[in-house]
């Protein structure tokens, strides 16, 4: 086996999917990167069908959403510049499912699916820094800043306590818990229009921005043939938060092997992401189907 083909060897066992063992209580379904996911003192970036474990810890970038399915069906969704925790999850008190997490910085919404609200009976707490909101079944926007930490009903009813021992109940739309740091917390009613158009855009994913989900079947093509420029394009790639992989294609009978970002639902996509990467890292990619 000749040395570039064993520093490719090297450097894709180097990035093995962390992910590979994990328990199947949540999975990555949208990733709009840049995002990493952080296991056992290691970091890899963020992608689509990633299985996810307690211990966990998520992180977005400038840009970067992350869309996550708990195994009772709900949904997490995490803005920009966010760090996420997932402290337990699974179903260890059956037939409840039970999760913990933890919204250390940023934007997210936690949504349970209309088709799993009935039957299914969950335990699940969102702890949002100096907040905790215990959930049955509902629909939820919060924050976490270096100003304040809130967490706003938008359906359902929900528990929610401070730090400082304060503890309420949330059952009507747009009520609103928060409190800047060091203060009090209070509750407040939101206003709809700051909810659509201020605070629901921060954690939904955007257009035109190249989202990869695990059944997309287009790929970009970042660098193809020698060993050199594909291990480049590979590592700025997967530092800047981007899941690149390594493979091997067959070209007029030899092996070439490519530096590829997968998982893009549309033509579109790709195309977009493209043009983001060559803003971001003065890369090229060249759009082509997932073979």
């Known amino acids: 086996m000749s040395e570039w083909v064993i520093r ?121 820094r100096t907040i905790t909101a215990g959930i049955r079944g509902t629909d939820i926007w919060g924050a976490s800043s270096e100003e304040q930490d809130f967490v706003c009903l938008l359906e359902g009813r929900i528990s929610v306590g401070h730090e400082d021992g304060t503890v309420a109940t949330l059952s009507e739309p747009r009520q609103f818990f928060g409190a800047q740091r060091g203060a009090k917390p209070t509750i407040e009613l939101a206003d709809q229009e700051r909810i659509d158009k201020v605070w629901s855009p921060q954690t939904e994913m955007q257009p035109a921005a190249g989202l990869l989900r695990a059944s997309g079947g287009w790929q970009l093509v970042m660098a193809s043939g020698g060993h050199v420029e594909v291990i480049d394009a590979y590592v700025r790639l997967r530092g800047a938060g981007f899941p690149a992989q390594i493979q091997s294609v067959s070209v007029a009978g030899e092996r070439v092997y490519q530096a590829v970002l997968r998982f893009m639902d549309a033509r579109g996509d790709a195309e977009a992401l493209a043009t983001r990467l060559e803003r971001l890292l003065g890369l090229s990619g060249r759009v082509v189907p997932v073979r």
Do not use: C, N, Y
């Not at 059956?94 to 913990?100: D, H, L, N, R």
């Open 8 to 128: 490719f060897v090297v450097v894709g066992f180097m990035f093995l999917p962390l992910w590979v063992h994990a328990r199947d209580g949540a999975r990555v379904e949208v990733v709009q990167s840049p995002g990493w996911i952080d296991r056992s003192g290691r970091s890899e970036p963020l992608a689509p069908g990633a299985l996810l474990a307690p211990g966990d810890q998520l992180r977005t970038g400038a840009g970067g959403r992350v869309q996550v399915r708990l195994g009772d069906g709900s949904v997490v969704k995490l803005g920009e510049e966010a760090r996420f925790a997932i402290d337990r999850l699974g179903s260890d008190r059956a037939p409840v499912f039970t999760a913990a997490l933890d919204v250390l910085k940023g934007a997210f919404r936690f949504t349970t699916a209309a088709a799993a609200r009935v039957g299914q009976r969950r335990d699940i707490s969102v702890r949002v």
